[in-house]
Protein backbone atom coordinates (compact mmCIF):
# COMPACT_ATOMS: atom_id res chain seq x y z
CA UNK A 1 0.00 0.00 0.00
CA UNK A 2 1.22 3.70 -0.47
CA UNK A 3 1.90 5.05 2.86
CA UNK A 4 2.71 8.43 3.50
CA UNK A 5 4.05 10.20 6.97
CA UNK A 6 2.88 13.66 6.87
CA UNK A 7 5.26 14.30 9.88
CA UNK A 8 8.01 13.35 8.00
CA UNK A 9 6.75 14.27 4.52
CA UNK A 10 7.94 10.75 3.11
CA UNK A 11 6.11 8.07 1.29
CA UNK A 12 6.69 4.87 0.74
CA UNK A 13 5.21 1.63 -0.61
CA UNK A 14 4.26 -0.68 2.16
CA UNK A 15 4.00 -4.28 2.57
CA UNK A 16 1.02 -4.75 4.77
CA UNK A 17 -1.50 -7.72 5.62
CA UNK A 18 -4.86 -7.71 4.03
CA UNK A 19 -8.01 -6.72 5.76
CA UNK A 20 -10.67 -8.98 6.59
CA UNK A 21 -12.93 -7.36 3.50
CA UNK A 22 -9.72 -7.95 0.98
CA UNK A 23 -9.65 -11.40 2.49
CA UNK A 24 -13.59 -11.87 1.78
CA UNK A 25 -12.84 -10.22 -1.80
CA UNK A 26 -10.50 -12.37 -2.84
CA UNK A 27 -12.07 -15.52 -1.59
CA UNK A 28 -14.97 -14.47 -3.62
CA UNK A 29 -13.09 -14.30 -6.81
CA UNK A 30 -11.84 -18.02 -6.92
CA UNK A 31 -15.04 -19.33 -7.48
CA UNK A 32 -16.50 -16.38 -9.80
CA UNK A 33 -16.31 -18.45 -13.15
CA UNK A 34 -15.68 -21.76 -11.87
CA UNK A 35 -15.57 -23.78 -8.85
CA UNK A 36 -12.12 -23.59 -7.24
CA UNK A 37 -10.05 -23.19 -3.67
CA UNK A 38 -9.04 -20.09 -2.30
CA UNK A 39 -5.71 -20.45 -0.33
CA UNK A 40 -4.97 -18.17 2.54
CA UNK A 41 -1.58 -18.01 3.90
CA UNK A 42 -2.03 -16.69 7.53
CA UNK A 43 -3.87 -18.43 10.39
CA UNK A 44 -7.19 -18.07 11.81
CA UNK A 45 -5.92 -16.79 15.22
CA UNK A 46 -4.09 -13.63 12.75
CA UNK A 47 -7.71 -13.40 10.99
CA UNK A 48 -9.55 -12.97 13.77
CA UNK A 49 -7.28 -10.87 16.04
CA UNK A 50 -4.72 -8.94 14.06
CA UNK A 51 -6.50 -7.96 11.08
CA UNK A 52 -8.22 -4.68 10.38
CA UNK A 53 -12.31 -5.32 9.77
CA UNK A 54 -11.80 -2.92 6.35
CA UNK A 55 -8.61 -1.74 4.83
CA UNK A 56 -6.98 2.11 5.87
CA UNK A 57 -8.97 4.60 3.49
CA UNK A 58 -6.62 5.75 0.27
CA UNK A 59 -7.10 9.23 1.89
CA UNK A 60 -5.80 8.75 5.50
CA UNK A 61 -2.56 7.30 3.88
CA UNK A 62 -1.74 9.66 0.82
CA UNK A 63 -0.36 13.12 0.37
CA UNK A 64 -3.36 15.82 0.34
CA UNK A 65 -1.52 18.52 -1.91
CA UNK A 66 -4.14 17.46 -4.99
CA UNK A 67 -6.95 17.36 -2.76
CA UNK A 68 -6.27 20.72 -1.57
CA UNK A 69 -5.88 22.45 -4.87
CA UNK A 70 -9.02 20.69 -6.04
CA UNK A 71 -11.12 22.22 -2.93
CA UNK A 72 -9.68 25.89 -3.65
CA UNK A 73 -10.49 25.58 -7.21
CA UNK A 74 -14.34 24.52 -7.27
CA UNK A 75 -17.12 27.51 -6.62
CA UNK A 76 -18.60 24.97 -4.77
CA UNK A 77 -16.71 25.40 -1.66
CA UNK A 78 -15.48 29.34 -2.09
CA UNK A 79 -14.92 30.86 1.07
CA UNK A 80 -15.07 27.78 2.94
CA UNK A 81 -11.80 26.36 4.84
CA UNK A 82 -10.10 23.25 3.28
CA UNK A 83 -10.28 21.96 7.24
CA UNK A 84 -14.06 22.55 7.21
CA UNK A 85 -14.60 20.49 3.97
CA UNK A 86 -12.52 17.62 4.73
CA UNK A 87 -13.86 17.08 8.00
CA UNK A 88 -17.52 16.24 6.63
CA UNK A 89 -16.32 13.72 4.63
CA UNK A 90 -17.12 10.12 5.72
CA UNK A 91 -13.77 8.93 6.67
CA UNK A 92 -11.78 11.95 7.15
CA UNK A 93 -8.17 12.41 6.87
CA UNK A 94 -5.75 13.67 10.51
CA UNK A 95 -5.17 17.44 11.05
CA UNK A 96 -1.42 16.55 10.20
CA UNK A 97 -1.95 15.32 7.15
CA UNK A 98 -3.85 18.64 6.61
CA UNK A 99 -2.01 20.92 7.81
CA UNK A 100 1.07 19.75 6.39
CA UNK A 101 -0.13 19.61 2.52
CA UNK A 102 -1.27 23.04 3.18
CA UNK A 103 2.19 24.45 4.46
CA UNK A 104 3.94 22.33 1.55
CA UNK A 105 1.41 23.60 -1.40
CA UNK A 106 2.40 27.39 0.26
CA UNK A 107 6.42 26.01 0.03
CA UNK A 108 5.80 25.85 -3.47
CA UNK A 109 4.01 28.62 -4.05
CA UNK A 110 0.53 27.66 -4.98
CA UNK A 111 -0.71 28.81 -1.56
CA UNK A 112 -0.35 32.53 -0.11
CA UNK A 113 0.74 33.00 3.42
CA UNK A 114 -3.40 33.02 4.40
CA UNK A 115 -4.06 29.89 1.90
CA UNK A 116 -5.46 31.72 -1.00
CA UNK A 117 -4.78 30.04 -4.08
CA UNK A 118 -2.57 31.66 -6.14
CA UNK A 119 -1.90 31.72 -10.06
CA UNK A 120 0.73 28.79 -9.86
CA UNK A 121 -1.94 26.83 -7.64
CA UNK A 122 -4.81 27.34 -10.06
CA UNK A 123 -2.55 25.78 -13.39
CA UNK A 124 -1.13 23.18 -10.64
CA UNK A 125 -4.59 22.39 -9.77
CA UNK A 126 -4.80 21.21 -13.68
CA UNK A 127 -2.63 18.69 -13.70
CA UNK A 128 -2.32 15.25 -12.67
CA UNK A 129 0.78 15.23 -10.77
CA UNK A 130 2.53 15.86 -7.78
CA UNK A 131 2.81 19.71 -7.09
CA UNK A 132 6.39 19.53 -7.20
CA UNK A 133 6.44 17.63 -10.50
CA UNK A 134 4.21 19.69 -11.58
CA UNK A 135 5.62 23.20 -10.72
CA UNK A 136 9.03 21.75 -12.77
CA UNK A 137 6.61 21.03 -16.31
CA UNK A 138 5.15 24.63 -15.91
CA UNK A 139 8.36 26.59 -15.25
CA UNK A 140 9.82 24.69 -18.29
CA UNK A 141 7.35 25.70 -20.57
CA UNK A 142 7.88 29.21 -19.01
CA UNK A 143 11.72 29.29 -19.46
CA UNK A 144 11.99 27.52 -22.74
CA UNK A 145 13.59 24.27 -21.56
CA UNK A 146 10.47 22.12 -21.79
CA UNK A 147 12.05 19.10 -22.78
CA UNK A 148 14.40 18.92 -20.10
CA UNK A 149 12.13 19.78 -17.93
CA UNK A 150 9.73 16.88 -19.07
CA UNK A 151 12.97 14.47 -18.59
CA UNK A 152 13.36 15.91 -14.96
CA UNK A 153 9.59 15.20 -14.32
CA UNK A 154 9.96 11.59 -15.72
CA UNK A 155 12.93 10.63 -13.50
CA UNK A 156 11.75 11.90 -10.56
CA UNK A 157 7.88 9.92 -11.54
CA UNK A 158 10.09 6.84 -11.60
CA UNK A 159 12.97 4.72 -9.71
CA UNK A 160 16.67 5.63 -10.53
CA UNK A 161 17.68 4.63 -14.38
CA UNK A 162 21.39 3.62 -12.35
CA UNK A 163 21.82 0.47 -11.40
CA UNK A 164 24.50 -0.91 -8.89
CA UNK A 165 24.92 -4.40 -9.38
CA UNK A 166 26.35 -6.05 -6.40
CA UNK A 167 29.44 -7.51 -8.09
CA UNK A 168 30.49 -4.10 -10.58
CA UNK A 169 29.64 -1.25 -8.22
CA UNK A 170 32.79 0.33 -8.84
CA UNK A 171 32.52 0.08 -12.80
CA UNK A 172 28.80 1.38 -12.19
CA UNK A 173 29.80 4.03 -10.04
CA UNK A 174 32.65 4.85 -12.71
CA UNK A 175 30.13 5.18 -15.08
CA UNK A 176 27.95 7.59 -13.34
CA UNK A 177 30.44 9.58 -12.25
CA UNK A 178 30.97 10.86 -16.30
CA UNK A 179 27.65 12.64 -15.84
CA UNK A 180 27.44 13.50 -12.79
CA UNK A 181 26.03 17.49 -11.32
CA UNK A 182 27.97 18.18 -7.92
CA UNK A 183 24.63 19.65 -7.22
CA UNK A 184 21.84 17.69 -8.75
CA UNK A 185 20.79 14.22 -9.14
CA UNK A 186 18.42 14.97 -11.26
CA UNK A 187 21.04 17.02 -13.83
CA UNK A 188 23.30 13.84 -13.89
CA UNK A 189 19.99 12.17 -14.98
CA UNK A 190 19.45 14.39 -18.06
CA UNK A 191 22.75 14.71 -19.07
CA UNK A 192 22.69 10.40 -19.20
CA UNK A 193 19.67 10.59 -21.06
CA UNK A 194 20.68 13.02 -23.13
CA UNK A 195 24.05 10.88 -23.53
CA UNK A 196 21.57 7.80 -24.71
CA UNK A 197 20.00 9.95 -26.81
CA UNK A 198 22.95 10.67 -28.74
CA UNK A 199 24.20 7.42 -28.62
CA UNK A 200 21.10 5.75 -30.19
CA UNK A 201 20.95 8.22 -33.11
CA UNK A 202 24.17 7.50 -33.71
CA UNK A 203 23.99 3.80 -33.89
CA UNK A 204 20.49 4.43 -36.33
Not at 36 to 64: A, K, M, N, S, W
Not at 72 to 78: D, E, M, R, T, Y
Not at 149 to 177: D, G, M, Q, V
Request: hydrophobic share 40%; proline share 6%.
Amino acid sequence: ERRFAPDKNMESLDTVWVSQANAKQRKGRAGRVRHGYCFHLYTEFRYDLHFRTDPVPEIQRIPLEQMVLRIKILPCFKNKSVEKVLSRILEPPSNLGITSAIARLQDVGALDPVSNLSPLGYHLAQLPVDVRVGKILIFGAVFRCLDSALTIAAALSHKSPFTSPFREREAANKARSKFLAVASDQITILRAYKAWCGDRKSVV
